[in-house]
């Protein structure tokens, strides 16, 4: 009872039904008293006037925009638009840019990377390049200078980096990237640091042999900075940058060296 | 569609406008425009105090000097040495030739042992970053003992010609540093004379 003794007085009477007139001034003010004292206030003929003129100037408005040529502004937007459309070649697809077709020694920037293959190499069991053919399998090295572009380290094995870079054609099976230099497994690439390192592929023993053509895949993609829901550099619409054409050398036997 | 004719305005006559109420209306008027002004400029005021969009995630950093210790969570770090060179070895089988800057640090945990790592070690160079190299025996990743110190030495692979001009080097325990602490260790790489060789301390206690 002390909790419903403390709420307001109208509070109280709702809830328990009591048929209490409103008497607040808040609700209810009781009509024919105030409003017919006095025929023309200032306030009411202000509105009057305010009413007026906001007629007046609705009436100007529409009339005006009766003015606009509506259906000419249609009809113009849509000549222009198909003029340029078939200024810039009608709705046919754009062609797309075809991947560069290279040779070795020659340089190719895709993913903000420079690469250039150096040479290409068939041989069986490769010592020093990271994977071990099966039997009836093959070792396919490929050299390659690389160079990152961007400002920060990039990974080696990504799609976007030396991940990507494929042979054309042929299935690939194990890989392995490693430093030309020390035979150091490489995992980054630092901005702006040459780097000459020794890709290897196992593949099928009868889809290659020395003195063969193969084509060499180079990637390339795009840049995304992450904003607003996403962080971060992305690398995506991963796709062949370059095809390299190299004739593939010869490794002799399992004790030499890659080149 | 018809617009209804506008009312007759009652005949001015008929309103006697006294010189208050006209203020009043004035006032009236010009009170919510001021108002707009007021609360454009204060939002505006807003844009101009309110951090970038990334701030959240903005690294707390501890920033010193060579020979300094510094801390942040779950990490102190002492940069002893720094040196610049042709080339650099491990003291055992590793050895290469370019141009290198050799980081040997004191480093550890400061209250959590379990998976304490050194993850990050940058180094900040005009806009690049470059991290230390995974190549040769090096304290890159190095485990964290709570308390104890452990020494070792990092090394950067850095293009030709770019030891020049002040550096930035990036300690913390996690890969990903945002929103957590880093500690940085200011260097001038001019002040870093070049050395040919120079031999990578081996992983260890402090001393």
């Not at chain 1, 980096?161 to 035979?183: A, C, F, K, P």
């Not at chain 2, 008027?29 to 903005?58: F, M, N, T």
């Not at chain 2, 070895?89 to 480093?107: I, K």
Request: glycine content about 8%.
């Amino acid at each position: 009872m002390g909790a419903e003794c403390s709420l307001p007085a109208w509070r109280s009477s709702a809830r328990t039904g009591e048929r209490h007139a409103l008497r607040s001034s808040l609700y209810a003010v009781p009509v024919g008293e105030q409003q017919e004292a006095e025929p023309a206030t200032p306030a009411v003929a202000d509105a009057a006037t305010r009413a007026a003129s906001e007629a007046r100037m609705a009436a100007w408005a529409r009339k005006m925009t009766d003015r606009v040529p509506t259906g000419w502004l249609i009809s113009g937007a849509g000549a222009i638009l198909l003029a340029s459309t078939a200024a810039f070649g009608g709705l046919a697809d754009v062609p797309k840019p075809k991947p560069a077709e290279l040779h070795a020694g020659e340089h190719f920037i895709g993913s903000e990377l420079d690469m250039s293959v150096v040479s290409a190499a068939v041989g069986g069991e490769v010592k020093g390049a990271g994977v071990t053919p099966d039997v009836g399998e093959k070792t396919v090295v490929v050299v390659l200078d690389v160079t990152n572009e961007y400002t920060a380290p990039r990974t080696v094995r990504a799609k976007d980096t030396l991940g990507g870079i494929q042979l054309d054609g042929i299935e690939t099976h194990r890989y392995d990237v490693n430093r030309v230099v020390d035979g150091s497994g490489a995992s980054f690439l630092q901005p702006d640091v040459p780097t000459r390192v020794r890709i290897a592929w196992t593949v099928a023993g009868e889809a290659v042999s020395p003195g063969d053509e193969i084509r060499i895949m180079l990637p390339d993609s795009t840049r995304f900075t992450g904003s607003f829901v996403g962080r971060g550099e992305y690398w995506y619409d991963v796709r062949p940058g370059a095809y390299v054409t190299v004739t593939l050398d010869e490794i002799p036997s399992v004790d030499e060296e890659a080149p | 569609m018809t617009i209804p004719p506008p009312p007759v305005p009652s005949s001015p006559a008929a309103v006697p406008v006294a010189p208050a109420t006209s203020r009043r209306g004035f006032l009236r008027r010009a009170a919510p425009w001021a108002l707009s002004v007021v609360l454009v400029a204060a939002a505006w005021g807003l844009i101009q105090v309110q951090k970038h969009e990334d701030a959240p995630y903005e690294s707390f950093v501890s920033s010193t000097t060579v020979g300094e210790r510094a801390e942040t969570r779950n990490l102190s770090v002492t940069v002893t040495e720094v040196h610049a060179a042709r080339s650099v070895s491990d003291g055992q089988r590793w050895r290469a030739e370019g141009t290198w800057l050799v980081v040997d640090f004191d480093a550890a945990a400061l209250d959590d042992q379990f998976g304490a790592l050194l993850a990050t070690t940058d180094l900040r160079l005009g806009d690049r970053t470059y991290s230390a190299t995974e190549r040769g025996d090096t304290a890159k990743s190095m485990v964290l003992v709570t308390g104890v110190p452990r020494h070792g030495s990092i090394a950067f692979e850095l293009p030709e010609g770019a030891l020049t001009g002040p550096a930035t080097l990036v300690f913390a325990t996690e890969y990903d540093t945002s929103a957590d602490g880093v500690i940085e260790v200011s260097v001038d790489l001019d002040d870093v004379p070049m050395q040919n060789e120079v031999e990578l301390d081996p992983v260890g206690w402090a001393r």
